[in-house]
C-alpha cells in the first residue's frame, strides 16, 4: 500500500500565482487534513474532513480553499499565493478522528516557497 | 491557538542520559497521540493513550497520561543519536486532531 500520496512534492510560486496540493490516501479512511510546518511552530491545521462530504477550518485557513473530491482524495489550493504562504505541507489520513480508531499517517510533505 | 502546550521546545541531551517531555492541556483529552518527527521526514505515529493515569512503554520510551487526562510525558532513558528528532503530542479528543508545539531534541555524543 502506498498510503496517504501528496503532490508535488517541491513547488516554488510567485506572489499572485494559484496551485493546488493533492492528496490520496489509499487506505479507506474516513477522516482528512491539511497541516503546515514552519520553524517553532509544529503542525498547524489548516482545514480538515471529518468524512466525505464535509470540511471544516482549522486554526489558519486564512488564503486556502479545500476540496474533498472523494473518500480518498482531499486537495489544498491557494488561490493567490503570498509568502507568507512558505512552508511544508502536510497531508494526513485517520481511519476515524476523535475515536479509539488509531492512528495519523502522514504523507511525505510538500515544500513550497513562495516568492 | 494550539489547545496542548509542549515543553521545553527545544531538549539538548547528552548521549546516555535521560529526559522528559511534557504536553498540557487547559481542558479535559479524551486520549491522546504521540508522534516522532526525524528531520526532514514526515510525523511517525509512536503511541496513543487513552486512560486515565495510563503508563505504556516502548523500550528505552515510557509515555505516562496523567490521572485528569490534562497532561502527558515522554521520558526517554539512555538517550541515543537515533533519538533526534522532534516529538509531538496531539490531542485525538475531536476531529480536529491539534497538535502541540512540539519538543526538537538534539543529542550530543
Known amino acids: 500500500n502506498a498510503g496517504v500520496t501528496q503532490t508535488p512534492k517541491f513547488q516554488v510560486l510567485k506572489t499572485g500565482q494559484s496551485m493546488t496540493l493533492q492528496c490520496a490516501q489509499d487506505m479507506n479512511h474516513n477522516s482528512m487534513y491539511w497541516y503546515r510546518q514552519d520553524p517553532g511552530m509544529g503542525l498547524r491545521l489548516i482545514y480538515y474532513s471529518a468524512s466525505e462530504g464535509t470540511t471544516d477550518k482549522g486554526e489558519v485557513p486564512n488564503g486556502y480553499n479545500v476540496s474533498r473530491l472523494n473518500k480518498r482524495e482531499f486537495s489544498l489550493r491557494l488561490e493567490s499565493a503570498a509568502p507568507s504562504q512558505t512552508s511544508v505541507y502536510f497531508c494526513?489520513?485517520?481511519?476515524?478522528?476523535?475515536?479509539?480508531?488509531?492512528?495519523?499517517?502522514f504523507g511525505e510533505g510538500s515544500r513550497l516557497t513562495v516568492l | 491557538g494550539q489547545q496542548v502546550m509542549q515543553i521545553p521546545q527545544y531538549q539538548h541531551v547528552q548521549e546516555g542520559e535521560d529526559f522528559t517531555t511534557y504536553c498540557n492541556s487547559s481542558?479535559?483529552?479524551?486520549?491522546i497521540q504521540w508522534y516522532k518527527q526525524r528531520p526532514g521526514g514526515h510525523p511517525v505515529f509512536l503511541i496513543q493513550l487513552v486512560k486515565s493515569g495510563e503508563v505504556k512503554k516502548q523500550k528505552r520510551l515510557t509515555f505516562q497520561f496523567g490521572e485528569a487526562k490534562k497532561n502527558s510525558s515522554l521520558h526517554i532513558t539512555a538517550t541515543q543519536t537515533t533519538d533526534v528528532g522532534t516529538y509531538f503530542c496531539?490531542?485525538?479528543?475531536?476531529?480536529?486532531?491539534?497538535f502541540g508545539a512540539g519538543t526538537t531534541v538534539t543529542v550530543r555524543a
Open positions: 496531539a490531542d485525538n479528543s475531536d476531529y480536529k486532531l491539534s
Open positions: 494526513a489520513s485517520i481511519r476515524l478522528a476523535g475515536m479509539n480508531t488509531g492512528e495519523l499517517f
Open positions: 481542558t479535559t483529552l479524551s486520549n
